[in-house]
């Protein structure tokens, strides 16, 4: 793996036009555009409705915007998305248009533009953050319903593996990232989170998706226990490297064990908040190069494959704010890879 400070995206934006909002990525992130999230056009864009579709007891209404697990509804469909899964039956786990615009819309526009693109990006909400956000009937997260929470982790490596297979027939390389902000979650007493039992479910889903061929990383926008997630079969670590720079330097022996492996680090370095209207490129470029010089302090000298993110999704900021971050990140890259 070859990055060099690649500009991409983490995935949800403010737009409320698909168009405007692929064409805006395509601008910025030339070498590994990303589809976009939509949630203010739609609650079914939200990031975990979007992935939903095909879980048995699935109960959603718009009007409310709220999602839930019928259980008492969902055993009697649970063997069908089985036989489905065992049938790799992608068609049936398939993400409809209404629930991703921006996906649909993405793909439309990229032909024409692949002579630019090195990968094309794409991402699935991450069975534990999934699993501790949608809860049963009573309001209890599907976390703690063990049979709901296997099936659903089948649900949402399917529908990585159907995005990778529409990408392909466009474009062949395709990297997958699986978000998992509440991965922050693990080990806090607030959340009784057995981690054997994360970490197999996050496995599911990479194996799969490299079972594709694709690359595999994992987002966690928040702090976290991050050798746990170095030791994950991944391609690329994402992270808040804006607020959390110091914190993940303390695990500088996972890191290179990660890199030595073949790994490769998203910096997260353009914050996804109103912290960028303080911000400047210099500025920015300082406080990435002192994250970098943290790992050479502690004897990681050779060159990382590195790209450059905002530091998690802009979607519940005004449009052009987003944007600021999108072309912020793009200026970076192109000025770190030089």
């Known amino acids: 793996m070859k990055f060099n400070f690649e500009a991409t995206g983490i995935g949800s934006l403010p737009f409320k036009d698909a168009k405007s909002a692929c064409r805006i990525i395509f601008d910025n992130f030339k070498s590994i555009p990303h589809w976009p999230q939509l949630p203010k056009i739609s609650f079914l864009e939200n990031m975990y409705v979007q992935f939903s579709q095909g879980l048995p007891g699935l109960v959603l209404d718009e009007r409310k915007n709220t999602i839930h697990i019928d259980t008492s509804k969902a055993a009697a469909n649970i063997e069908k998305v089985y036989e489905r899964y065992l049938d790799g039956d992608t068609e049936f786990f398939k993400i409809s248009e209404d629930h991703a615009r921006g996906f649909y819309e993405f793909l439309s526009q990229i032909e024409g533009r692949t002579k630019e693109i090195s990968f094309v990006k794409g991402q699935v909400t991450g069975p534990v953050s999934f699993a501790l956000s949608v809860t049963d009937q009573n309001k209890r997260s599907i976390i703690y319903e063990k049979d709901i929470l296997e099936v659903a982790t089948k649900v949402l490596s399917m529908k990585a593996r159907w995005q990778i297979r529409e990408i392909r027939k466009i474009f062949p390389n395709v990297i997958i990232f699986v978000d998992e902000p509440y991965l922050v979650s693990i080990g806090s007493s607030f959340v009784n989170i057995n981690v054997e039992d994360a970490v197999k479910r996050i496995d599911e889903v990479i194996d799969l998706i490299k079972s594709e061929g694709a690359y595999a990383g994992i987002h966690c926008?928040?702090?976290?226990?991050?050798?746990?997630?170095?030791?994950?079969?991944?391609?690329i670590l994402s992270f808040d490297t804006y607020n959390f720079s110091k914190e993940f330097s303390l695990y500088s022996d996972g890191v290179k064990s990660f890199l030595t492996r073949g790994g490769?680090?998203?910096?997260?370095?353009?914050?996804?908040s109103q912290d960028i209207d303080g911000e400047s490129k210099g500025n920015l470029s300082q406080r990435l190069k002192a994250a970098l010089g943290l790992f050479r302090e502690k004897g990681i000298t050779e060159s990382m494959p590195s790209l450059v993110t905002p530091s998690c999704g802009v979607s519940t900021l005004d449009e052009d704010r987003a944007k600021k971050i999108m072309e912020m990140t793009r200026v970076l890259s192109h000025d770190l890879s030089r």
Do not use: E, F, M, Q
Not at 221 to 235: A, F, P, V
Not at 264 to 272: D, T
């Open 221 to 235: 926008c928040g702090n976290t226990d991050w050798s746990i997630l170095l030791k994950r079969d991944i391609d």
């Open 264 to 272: 490769g680090i998203a910096w997260g370095i353009v914050p996804s």
